[in-house]
């Protein structure tokens, strides 16, 4: 990068985007130029809007959703089911789980799995207010929403020991074949879970 | 997009990150995560490369290159060869040429080029300096870079008009199959040229 005639401005910026995931050198370039040919129109309010939820998104103190207010709007809404829990990793899957349309119930976000190898505990993770939630009444049932990885199914198992003798129905998503997804692009673990767990054909 | 439950502020983050080229909902919500779980570490910054680029880049009085001074660091280099100069369409192309470093003589950027129907005419172009720069002597030959598309030729024909009895070479780059460009995946224009301009083996 440090070839090209640009000065120091248009390099600071080509740095910070070509290492942002999906971009290298050529497509932050590629970017830039977009980005400088359209000043008044994309650049200035894309750096508004990022500065904006920079300074303004925090995570709720209930549930952990980001959002400009705390409690979030999610957390606030009072159309959603308050009796099931869908314990989350991240952001990114409630919003996925909002985008399916299939869940209207309230969410927990742990910020993160625990990961022995990455030295990543229960303390580093938002579990506190999650049993303070569960044990409050209002909540029957909790759906563990996590990864099927080595981690989600760790981080699954604690916060199902977690959640032992509050008389709470804790479940899980289950495992199958992808809407589209093809057999033979399969792993032979899901095709596996996918006969075990198989349904009446109707 | 509407239907996440994200607040204003990253609506608006995402519904302008979707429209930048290459970018798609999907997409944008990936990078916004990636922002917001990075927010003084990468956000922030970005935030703030891309205000001071767009406060402090403008193009430069005599060849048209984006820098934050003008006369621009390619106008100011002295070690740059003033006797050619290489007329482009676009910073982008400086930027290519750049790192190509085949070329040590000056720029003269466009900004565009004449496109009858999209309405682009001379007048819309940086021409005015390009007479000025051409006609001052130090001058002795003009490379053409430009697309060889219609656009592109339609551009070069009226430049190379523009400099007639100046006493100047005027160049254009020479058409021909891309290094690493495989025969099958050229069109025919390009195939065609390539063999009438074919060179010695040696
Ligand atoms: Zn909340
Ligand atoms: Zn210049």
Chains 1, 2 share one sequence.
């Not at 400088?36 to 894309?46: D, I, S």
């Not at 952001?91 to 990961?115: C, M, P, Q, T």
């Not at 009444?137 to 760790?154: K, N, P």
Request: charged share 20%; proline share 5%; net charge negative.
């Amino acid at each position: 990068m440090s070839t090209l005639p640009v000065g120091p401005e248009i390099e600071q910026l080509l740095t910070i985007i070509s290492r942002l995931p999906g971009f290298g050198p050529r497509s932050a370039r590629r970017i830039a130029l977009h980005l400088l040919r359209r000043r008044e129109g994309v650049m200035v309010p894309l750096a508004e809007a990022l500065a904006t939820a920079a300074a303004t998104v925090a995570p709720c103190e209930i549930c952990g959703n980001w959002d400009s207010q705390s409690p979030c709007r999610l957390c606030e809404d009072e159309e959603r089911d308050g009796s099931v829990l869908c314990v989350v990793e991240d952001v990114g899957d409630v919003w996925a789980l909002e985008r399916s349309g299939a869940f209207k119930g309230r969410y927990h976000i742990l910020g993160g799995l625990i990961s022995p190898l990455d030295g990543i505990g229960p303390d580093d993770l938002n579990f506190g207010p999650l049993s303070q939630r569960a044990s409050a009444g209002t909540v029957r049932e909790v759906i563990l929403a996590l990864s099927a990885t080595v981690d989600g199914q760790t981080t699954a198992g604690y916060v199902a020991d977690r959640l032992e003798g509050l008389g709470l129905t804790v479940t899980r998503l289950s495992h199958g074949v992808p809407i589209g997804g093809e057999l033979g692009h399969l792993d032979e673990g899901t095709l596996a879970a996918a006969l075990q767990s198989r349904r009446d054909f109707s």
